[in-house]
């Protein structure tokens, strides 16, 4: 038997594994539901929902071309076992994933099992995520090699095992049941890679026409592709081709934001998490929307329903709890991570560390929201907060009435203090580098 393991590709196009499977003949596609991964404090429901909906669109597409798709609830040597049981010699394929210390252990596991019982296997990269790449030229010579590849087209035919485990399911079933902490959401992305071709063919098609500072139009300048890059329902390899087609100016600025993407992925290895409890009132109340700064709360709540926030609002609330609040990363990266559909630890943490630009919260909320608009949207309580109010309502002499919190702390000494740690970090770097010179 010719068995795929399904993990973080959960498509059908451009998917090396399966096509190279199939050449030996019947193959068994596998997604194993292992509880040690589900049970992660930086995974959550809404993701498990996200797998769900992939897995459901995956199946009907495995239908249509005669064949099924299989998946098992345990851990992977337990799925590894029972084939061995039920096939004897049974060879395996799959996309190797090594951006994380838990991924390398576990493809270890794999592999350890594999040879262990001198079965073979093939391994292989995905989304250019390559290993033991040390430098940007080098790797920048193997993206180019491995994006412009030909892309692997989608089988018309797939002979699926027709004798297979017992505990196997070809129904998705069981998979409704198992459950995952956190709250699933109503108003996120859908997962599946036909929802995925869908947003990217309609993203295409505008991609030159979108401009816009505001943030309640963040729809218009943003694919809102990277769950789909996170969960594999897309390949990046047909995402850039696709996209180099159309030959614009927004193209280029598109492929080097993906560039960028695999980049931070194979030279941004995260940390093992020690989370602490110390600050945890703080970061329930900025996870939650209630920091009594409109912008924060607003910024948290819609990434609480969706799953989803641009880039420059990641920064924003990132620096509120880690320059502001001054909470260590450590402490508040694994609750982040369970609200972000494309939660992708190397790049997830690479920004978490990063000292970036510090900008003052209400500056960027009378920028990019100038008339209060997404504010009144995601914070009800100040729906009928006036405009000269609505970014510091604090101020307002109605703001008793409102049911709003006030701030937990005073945001414009924070702000100084910020500032001037960072003047002097500057100046001290300067006299390093002088010193350095002289
Ligand atoms: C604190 C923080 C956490 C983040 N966590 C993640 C994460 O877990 N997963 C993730 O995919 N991105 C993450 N990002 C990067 C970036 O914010 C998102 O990729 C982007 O907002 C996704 O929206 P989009 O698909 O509309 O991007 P678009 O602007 O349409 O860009 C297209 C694609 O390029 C990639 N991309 C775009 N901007 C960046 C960037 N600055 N860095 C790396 N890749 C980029 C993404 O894959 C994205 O889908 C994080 C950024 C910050 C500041």
């Given amino acids: 038997m010719n068995v795929i393991l399904f993990h973080r590709d959960l498509r059908l196009h451009d998917h090396k594994p399966l096509l190279e499977a199939l050449q030996f003949g019947e193959v068994l596609p596998l997604y194993v539901v292992e509880p040690s991964y589900w049970k992660r ?71 350890h099992w594999m040879d262990k019982n001198t079965l073979p296997y093939t391994t292989f990269i995905h989304q250019a995520y390559f290993k033991d790449i040390d430098n940007s030229r080098e790797y920048k010579k193997k993206w180019k090699e491995f994006i412009y590849e030909d892309i692997y087209g989608v089988p018309e035919i797939i002979n699926t095992a027709t004798h297979f485990p017992k505990s196997f399911q070809t129904e998705l079933s069981e998979l409704y049941s198992f459950r995952v902490h956190g709250e699933k959401i109503r108003f996120g992305l859908k997962g599946g890679e036909s929802v995925a071709i869908d947003t990217f063919d309609s993203f295409l098609q505008s991609m030159d026409k979108r401009k816009s500072t505001e943030l309640i139009d963040v729809t ?42 695999s980049m931070i992925s194979c030279f941004y290895q995260p940390e093992e998490i020690h989370t602490s409890e110390e600050n945890e009132e703080i970061i329930n109340k900025w996870i939650n929307g209630m920091t009594g700064i409109p912008i924060f709360d607003a910024i948290m709540r819609y990434l609480g329903k969706t799953g989803w926030i641009h880039h420059e609002a990641r920064l924003l609330t990132v620096s509120y709890i880690k320059d502001l609040a001054g909470v260590h990363p450590q402490e508040f990266g694994p609750k982040l991570a369970q609200l972000f559909l494309d939660y992708e630890p190397s790049i997830h943490y690479n920004y978490l560390n990063k000292r970036g630009k510090i900008i003052h919260p209400i500056t960027f909320s009378k920028k990019h929201d100038s008339n209060g608009d997404f504010i009144r949207r995601q914070v009800p309580e100040l729906k009928n907060v006036p405009i000269n109010y609505i970014h510091e309502p604090w101020l307002y002499p109605g703001f008793f009435n409102l049911n709003y919190p006030s701030p937990l702390f005073d945001l414009y000494k924070a702000f100084k203090k910020v500032r001037l740690e960072s003047i002097s970090q500057k100046q001290e770097q300067n006299e390093q580098l002088k010193f350095h010179f002289d």
């Fill in 220 to 261: 218009r300048f943003s694919s809102k592709l990277s769950p789909y890059l996170t969960w594999g329902n897309l390949s990046i390899r047909y995402v850039v081709q696709k996209a180099e087609e159309l030959e614009s100016k927004a193209t280029q600025t598109f492929v080097k934001k993906l560039y960028e993407r």
């Fill in 41 to 111: 404090n930086d995974v959550s429901a809404r993701h498990f929902q996200f797998v769900l909906e992939s897995l459901e669109d995956l199946s009907i597409q495995f239908e249509k071309r005669g064949g099924k798709l299989f998946t098992f609830i345990g851990e992977i040597e337990e799925a590894l076992d029972i084939l061995l049981k039920t096939y004897g010699a049974f060879r395996l394929f799959y996309y190797e994933e090594n951006r994380t210390k838990e991924e390398i252990k576990r493809n270890k596991r794999i592999l």
